[in-house]
């Protein structure tokens, strides 16, 4: 079950007003829905390439005929004669094709360096957040101010704002690792505890790679160099079998998860510093995280929903109340039971006691698909239950299979009086637009 955060009651904070965690939360959720909405939009892409690459090889068996051979290298390829006819369109068509393909590498490759340069805005954010909340930070950097930009600024606010500036700057400029290894150093020093956001971090090595293939396709087109080489001998990639001068791309299964990879680095490292410099508001940060992985179970990311619930149950561990983490737990439950990991479900339901709390009873009658059972708890609690309302019912994933059953339907009607149906609203002149939308791909020239 989700709670309800800012950007639901649609109040628009100006920067006065928003308090830190407000901070932090925007960031974090910007960033989320920007890689989400790249990793959502690839996929459209590049089944519109091969829509056009499809077309094109219908035009091109037009105006020609075909033989099925076998390569030198043994590879089935298909050869296509052109008429003396159509002989001039050839040249098109061929150009197209070619493009079509080039097309297919670069778009994958695109969306890789897209979400890392994302990565770095949400990262620059982030610190810069952190340095506001603790200006000590500032003081531990080691770089010297030349007195003279004294007297460049109106203000201290001003010549603040420039230092911080040029601090996120500099760390910027640095390789993504060392990035996270001098945010490390600086809070230890001004904590005088050690600190760490790269240790028991198991993504780690997935977001080096990451980040090196970024810089193979941002300065050699993916042609792998010494220095990706070396750093791969260190970290011992997963599946790298690269040599010297080969092209590294960017498949869609290696797309998919570096979406992940830069999805679990934000969460954590966004959580792992609120805590470090807002203890005071750890209700806010529960709350958010537990909202993070409603989310993720709503957009059908159940994968990336038991990694973020790790994260709070096995790494954060303390919680602001025994309620929010019991809804995080269900959450993972929830997570396993729609991946059909009934033995992982079960094995949380075991191990947590669930006879405090309507919700929680509920929920576990649910993923046990006790249906009749948990028929006669929802007539029971009624429609008025501050939790379990009819949003609740119409929205939470822990019901997702159990709104397709009779139980569920009979009870849903009992309670609100209607039949149970889930609506969209779209704007009508935007849908009408869109039916009009005509994509003729056989036009190609």
């Known amino acids: 079950m989700s709670k309800n955060n800012n950007q639901e009651n649609n109040e628009i904070m100006t920067i006065e007003e928003a308090s830190f965690s407000d901070l932090l939360e925007t960031n974090l959720d910007r960033f989320l829905e920007e890689l989400s909405a790249l990793n959502d939009t690839l ?16 035009k091109l068996e037009r105006i020609s005929t075909t033989s099925e051979e ?59 957040i952190i340095y506001d909340i603790n200006p000590n930070l500032i003081r531990s950097s080691e770089k010297e101010l030349n007195p003279s930009d004294l007297f460049n600024f109106d203000s201290i606010e001003d010549l603040k704002l420039h230092i911080v500036d040029k601090e996120v700057d500099s760390l910027l400029r640095e390789e993504h690792l060392e990035q996270l290894k001098v945010l490390e150093k600086r809070i230890s020093k001004v904590t005088k505890n050690e600190f760490y956001l790269t240790k028991g971090l198991p993504v780690l090595k997935d977001f080096v790679e990451l980040t090196q293939r970024r810089n193979l396709f941002v300065h050699t087109n993916g042609i792998v160099t010494r220095q990706y080489l070396d750093i791969n001998n260190k970290w011992k990639f997963k599946d790298c079998k690269s040599s010297l001068n080969d092209e590294l791309r960017a498949e869609p299964g290696y797309c998919e998860n570096s979406y992940r990879v830069l999805f679990e680095m934000a969460v954590k490292l966004t959580h792992v510093l609120w805590r470090k410099f807002l203890p005071e508001d750890r209700t806010r940060a529960d709350e958010h995280l537990n909202q993070i992985i409603y989310d993720l179970l709503v957009d059908s990311e159940y994968s990336l929903a038991v990694t973020i619930s790790d994260f709070c149950t096995n790494t954060i561990k303390k919680f602001s109340s025994e309620q929010l983490r019991k809804f995080i737990v269900i959450n993972k439950a929830i997570a396993y039971k729609l991946l059909d990991k009934k033995d992982e479900c079960n094995n949380i339901i075991d191990n947590e006691d669930w006879s405090i709390g309507n919700e929680f009873k509920l929920a576990k009658l649910v993923l046990l698909d006790e249906f009749e059972k948990a028929k006669q708890l929802m007539i029971k609690i009624g429609a ?47 849908v009408e637009h869109e039916k009009e939308v005509n994509l003729d791909l056989d036009d190609v020239e």
């Not at 519109?48 to 077309?55: C, F, V």
């Not at 008025?384 to 929205?395: H, V």
Request: aromatic share 12%; glycine share 2%; charged share 35%.
């Open 384 to 430: 008025d239950d501050e939790l379990l309302n009819k949003g609740a019912y119409e929205n939470w994933p822990l019901f997702k299979v159990f709104r397709k059953t009779k139980e569920f339907k009979s009870a849903y009607f009992e309670l609100f009086n209607q039949e149970f149906s889930l609506e969209e609203i779209q704007n009508k002149e935007k």
């Open 43 to 58: 996929p459209i892409q590049i089944v519109m390439l091969s829509i056009k690459h499809k077309e094109l090889i219908k």
């Open 70 to 128: 076998i390569d030198e290298d043994g590879n089935e390829i298909v050869r296509y004669k052109v008429t003396e006819d159509e002989i001039d369109e050839f040249p098109k068509i061929h150009k197209h094709l070619n493009r079509a393909d080039i097309a297919k590498k670069i778009i994958p490759r695109n969306f890789i360096v897209s979400i890392i340069s994302q990565y770095d805005a949400f990262l620059g954010e982030l610190v810069r």
